[in-house]
């Protein structure tokens, strides 16, 4: 067995799910690949600073490295893209934090992303959406998108059951097909890469069990289940229906008007949530007309990744957007962005996700003064107009500052 690299705090406790946050809890964090080398150690400083503010000594994070991606196969040997021990510290620390990692396009390695959320089993992708005042957006009035994504994150056509176009295997597959299932739509059989689809009834009710419990706990007025279940019926499909058979049968949801719209009471507020769906493509211009119809957002995989990105463009881009990955046991925090290569070691991109990442982390532990002095502070630094490239490009008079700098900014505003 090879040497551990990972370097335990002295000084530091386990987070245990289900009891409280101790006072020291040990963090495991991946710095990430490509702009991970910036962005990570200024949500570090930035985090520590307001954790040491709120809390005054009383509490602070004790952050462990531990390593996936390029920096993993640098320090444990090829191949070694998520060392089982990373694995292992992500599942016994509980509560972590990662920064971005590549995947190639075409060939090359499958996503280590992807990967890590089947692992640990993070089914929910969490990605609110909201606006900050004086971020520039490309909509007359960005206040009015407030959503919550809820992408489901272990299944889909994104979770790379794929075969290669003139492999043994797509031939196979393709054979299969043709001959025991009497497919005959596959219009170019000789040369066809496969891929396959898997949406199953278990994995789409936890996934919007989650968002209706999410709903009901944050008070928020409707649950919007996104699918192609038009064109993809045994899958998209699927996930619309059982969506809609979870908010029955398990919150006593009434149809509206004869359904399949349905509506309950929120047992906390009194107030109504109402559960619907809209088709992806048509779900995709309304949110840009009338986006105050949509509030939480539950869907597959793949339409929950490019909903992520449209959504996050129409309140200023993917440079403030954060995320989590959530099991029953286990988050990950993690931005909605990638590792953006061509600004990778420059010290000039938005930390702005993966900040607000850490502080949806704050929160999930419970260190709720932390993390309103994290939101202040971002919303100071944009309301000075100090900001990083990205916004500084749309802005008029703005300081343009680097990643590091905009983290400065933040702490000065605390
Ligand atoms: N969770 C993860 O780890 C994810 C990993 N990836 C991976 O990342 C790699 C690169 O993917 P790519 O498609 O380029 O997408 P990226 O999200 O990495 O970058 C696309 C563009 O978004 C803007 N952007 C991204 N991050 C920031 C930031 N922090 N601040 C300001 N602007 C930002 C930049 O726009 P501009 O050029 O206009 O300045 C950038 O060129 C791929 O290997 C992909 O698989 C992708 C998404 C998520
Ligand atoms: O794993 C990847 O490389 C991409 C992931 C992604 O785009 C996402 O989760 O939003
Ligand atoms: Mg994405």
């Known amino acids: 067995m090879s040497e551990s690299r990972i370097k335990v705090p002295a000084g530091g406790q386990k987070i245990v799910p289900g009891q409280p946050t101790p006072d020291n809890p ?30 005054g000594g009383r509490r602070r994070i004790h952050w462990m490295e531990v390593y996936a991606g390029e920096k993993s196969v640098g320090l444990y040997g090829p191949d070694q893209w998520i060392p089982q021990e990373t694995f292992d510290a992500l599942k016994e620390y509980s509560v972590s934090i990662k920064g971005p990692m590549t995947t190639p396009v075409g060939g090359g390695i499958r996503s280590l992303n992807v990967a890590l959320r089947q692992e640990l089993d993070l089914y929910q992708c969490l ?14 009035d960005p206040s009015k998108t407030d959503m919550v994504i809820f992408r489901e994150n272990t299944e889909d056509i994104y979770a ?11 031939k196979k597959v393709i054979r299969f097909l043709q001959d025991e299932m009497g497919v005959t739509k596959i219009r170019f059989p000789q040369n066809c890469g496969i891929g396959v689809k898997p949406v199953s009834v278990e994995g789409s009710s936890r996934l919007v069990r989650a968002a209706i419990r999410y709903a009901i706990d944050n ?22 229906d059982v969506g809609y058979q979870v908010a029955k049968n398990e919150f006593g949801a009434q149809p509206i008007d004869g359904g399949p719209w349905c509506s ?52 200023g881009g993917i440079g403030i957007a954060p995320g989590a990955n959530i099991s029953d046991k286990y988050a990950c925090f993690e931005a909605t962005h990638g590792t953006a290569p061509k600004y990778a070691g420059l010290d000039k991109v938005n930390p702005g996700s993966i900040i607000l990442s850490a502080e949806m982390m704050l929160r999930h532990l419970g260190w709720r003064e932390a993390a309103d002095l994290v939101i202040k502070a971002v919303e100071a630094a944009i309301g000075d107009k100090v900001v990083t490239y990205d916004f500084a490009r749309l802005m008029d008079g703005a300081t343009e500052v680097g990643c590091s700098a905009f983290g400065d900014a933040m702490i000065a505003r605390m």
């Open 26 to 55: 040990i963090i495991p964090f991946i710095e990430g690949d490509g702009i991970g080398v910036d962005i990570t150690p200024v949500m570090i400083k930035v985090i520590d600073a307001a954790v040491a503010k709120a809390y």
């Open 219 to 240: 008070d928020r007025k409707s649950v919007t289940l996104v699918h192609k279940g038009n064109i993809m019926k045994f899958t998209e499909g699927l996930f619309r």
């Open 127 to 140: 990605r609110p959406v909201r606006y900050f005042k004086g971020v520039p957006s490309p909509l007359k």
């Open 264 to 315: 309950f009471q929120n047992p906390a507020t009194g107030r109504e949530i109402v559960i619907k769906d809209a088709i992806a493509d048509a779900f995709l211009q309304q949110i840009l007309l009338r986006p105050a119809e949509y509030d939480v957002i539950a869907c597959c995989n793949l339409n929950g990744d490019y909903i992520s990105d449209a959504l996050a463009a129409q309140v």
């Open 160 to 170: 790379g059951v794929e075969w290669q176009a003139d492999s043994d295997a797509a």
